[in-house]
C-alpha cells in the first residue's frame, strides 16, 4: 500500500524578503510549467506506479515523487508569500505611483482574480498545466531518459530565475532548488547507465534486430548545405551500441519513386487534380 500524509513542516524555507507580484508571475514557470514540479511530480510517480513489481527503480521513482510534491508546496508557498500586499482595490489610484504601476503592468491578475494571491496550476503566462507534459511509457529506460531532460530543462529555468532576482530569500530557495536537479539529473543518469549496460542504449533493446532495414542503422544522411556533420563521433567508427559502424551519406538521394495518389471519391469533394501532359490537361478518368 502507498501512503501519503502531509507534514506540516516544508522541506526547505520558501520566504521572500518583500512582496514582489511580478516575480510570483515569473516563477509559475518552474511551477506549473512544462518541466516544472507538478510535471516532474506526478511524471515520476505514474512512472513508480507502473512499474511491475517492488524494486530499487520502483522507489527510485517514489522517493523523487514524493520529495517533488514537497517542492511544489514550497514554489506555491513562496508565490503566495510574493503575492501579499499586491494591490487588488482601486487599481488605478494605485497605479498612479510608477513603481506600483510597474509591477501592476506585469503582474498576473489571475493572481487577484482567480487565485485569491495564491499559487495556480499554471505556466508564467497563464497556460494551465496539462498532463500532456507526462511521460511514463512503461519502459524505465526511455523514461529515465525523459527524466535527465525534465531535470535539465528545470535546472535550467530555476538558474535563469535566480539570475533574474536580488532578494535572498527567492535565491535561497531557488538555490535549493538547483542543487537537488543537480543530485536528480546525476541519480537519472546513473540509473541509465545502469540500465544500458544491462540492456544496450538502444530503446527499445528487445525488438529483433534483423526485422529492421539494417543497411541504414548506422547511417548518417547529410542534408544541409556542406558536410560539417561528418565530423562528428556518430559518422564514422564502431557505433555506440557496439554492433555496427558508422557510416556517412554525403549525397543521398530518395529510394522510391515519387508518388503517385488516386482522385479522391467524388463525394469528398477535393480540387480536382490537372495533370499536365504535352502542353494539354488531362482529366481524371470519372470527370472525362
Known amino acids: 500500500m502507498t501512503l501519503f500524509y502531509h507534514v506540516k513542516e516544508l522541506q526547505y524555507h520558501?520566504?521572500?524578503?518583500?512582496?514582489?507580484?511580478?516575480?510570483?508571475?515569473?516563477?509559475?514557470?518552474?511551477?506549473?510549467?512544462?518541466?516544472?514540479?507538478?510535471?516532474?511530480?506526478?511524471?515520476?510517480?505514474?512512472?513508480?506506479?507502473?512499474?511491475?513489481?517492488?524494486?530499487?527503480?520502483?522507489?527510485?521513482?517514489?522517493?523523487?515523487?514524493?520529495?517533488?510534491?514537497?517542492?511544489?508546496?514550497?514554489?506555491?508557498?513562496?508565490?503566495?508569500?510574493?503575492?501579499?500586499?499586491?494591490?487588488?482595490?482601486?487599481?488605478?489610484?494605485?497605479?498612479?505611483?510608477?513603481v506600483i504601476g510597474a509591477i501592476l503592468g506585469g503582474m498576473n491578475p489571475q493572481h487577484a482574480i482567480v487565485s485569491g494571491l495564491g499559487a495556480m496550476p499554471a505556466d508564467s503566462v497563464g497556460n494551465r498545466w496539462t498532463a500532456d507534459y507526462i511521460i511514463a511509457s512503461g519502459n524505465l529506460l526511455a523514461d529515465f531518459r525523459a527524466n535527465l531532460n525534465a531535470e535539465s530543462q528545470g535546472r535550467l529555468q530555476a538558474v535563469r530565475l535566480y539570475e533574474a532576482t536580488n532578494d535572498r530569500g527567492v535565491k535561497d530557495m531557488l538555490s535549493w532548488l538547483i542543487a537537488r536537479d543537480r543530485m536528480h539529473q546525476n541519480q537519472w543518469i546513473a540509473a541509465i547507465k545502469e540500465l544500458e549496460a544491462k540492456e544496450n542504449v538502444v530503446v527499445p533493446s528487445t525488438f529483433p534486430k534483423e526485422l529492421e532495414k539494417q543497411e541504414v542503422s548506422y547511417t548518417l544522411f547529410n542534408f544541409s548545405r556542406g558536410n560539417?556533420?561528418?565530423?562528428?563521433?556518430?559518422a564514422q567508427g564502431p557505433s555506440i551500441d557496439k554492433q555496427g559502424t558508422f557510416n556517412y551519406v554525403e549525397n543521398p538521394v530518395p529510394l522510391a519513386k515519387k508518388p503517385k495518389l488516386k482522385p479522391a471519391p467524388p463525394y469528398i469533394h477535393n480540387t480536382l487534380p490537372i495533370v499536365l501532359s504535352g502542353g494539354k490537361g488531362l482529366l481524371p478518368p470519372n470527370m472525362k
Not at 48 to 54: D, I, P, T
Not at 228 to 234: P, V
Open 228 to 234: 560539417e556533420s561528418a565530423a562528428g563521433r556518430w
Open 14 to 98: 520558501a520566504k521572500p524578503e518583500r512582496p514582489d507580484p511580478l516575480f510570483a508571475k515569473q516563477l509559475q514557470e518552474v511551477l506549473g510549467g512544462q518541466f516544472g514540479e507538478i510535471s516532474v511530480a506526478l511524471q515520476y510517480l505514474f512512472q513508480g506506479w507502473s512499474v511491475r513489481g517492488n524494486g530499487k527503480y520502483k522507489d527510485l521513482l517514489m522517493d523523487t515523487g514524493t520529495e517533488e510534491l514537497a517542492h511544489i508546496e514550497m514554489l506555491a508557498t513562496m508565490i503566495a508569500r510574493l503575492l501579499d500586499g499586491a494591490p487588488v482595490g482601486d487599481l488605478e489610484d494605485a497605479a498612479k505611483d510608477p
